[in-house]
């Protein structure tokens, strides 16, 4: 083959491969898929879970405040364990504008159950299984429970933990988010 020929054929793929990368990217910034988010974005602005009396919530509700959103299960051992710390917690900085809401990703009968009896003092909202999918994207790609994304007044994401907390951790936390 000819070093004129071979020329072509390699420009004529690069044309090719151009071509297919400009369909595929007009296709997706149609779609919707290809516009990056502003940084400020969180998943958890466009999340809506039903709380344990069946009403739809917002996690940007709690705008304007340093809010724990912790993702949690009632089989989840734990999960459990940190509850107690973190009711603590809320009674202790409330004041200073911080709330823990809790989004179980359970069975909901479950869930109000297990609140009921331990008189968890803060909003429990009630996930199905894409309470899993949203961890994922606040970048907990395991999966794993308890996870627990930490928001700041203007609700962007500033710290993340997998596992429970403990007493040491979220205090230290604390009193760098909070004033």
């Known amino acids: 083959m000819s070093p004129q020929r071979r020329r072509s054929l390699a420009y004529g793929a690069a044309a090719v491969a151009a071509a297919g990368a400009g369909i595929w990217a007009g296709v997706r910034l149609l779609s919707g898929g290809a516009v990056p988010e502003p940084a400020h974005v969180s998943p958890l602005d466009a999340t809506v879970y039903p709380d344990l009396a069946g009403k739809p919530r917002r996690i940007a509700e ?31 900085h409330s004041s200073k504008g911080f709330e823990i809401v809790g989004i179980a990703v359970d069975n909901p009968a479950k ?67 909070l004033p």
């Open 62 to 92: 709690w705008r304007g405040k340093v809010v724990a959103v912790n993702f949690w299960a009632t089989w989840c051992a734990p999960c459990l364990e940190e509850i107690p710390l973190f009711m603590e917690a809320r009674r202790k």
């Open 111 to 177: 869930v109000g159950e297990f609140s009921r009896k331990l008189d968890i003092s803060y909003p429990i909202l009630v996930a199905d299984g894409s309470g899993l999918a949203l961890i994922r994207k606040l970048g907990n790609t395991s999966g794993g429970l308890p996870y627990t994304a930490l928001l700041d007044r203007e609700g962007r994401p500033v710290k993340s933990k997998l596992g429970a907390f403990t007493r040491p951790e979220l205090v230290d936390l604390l009193a760098e988010l």
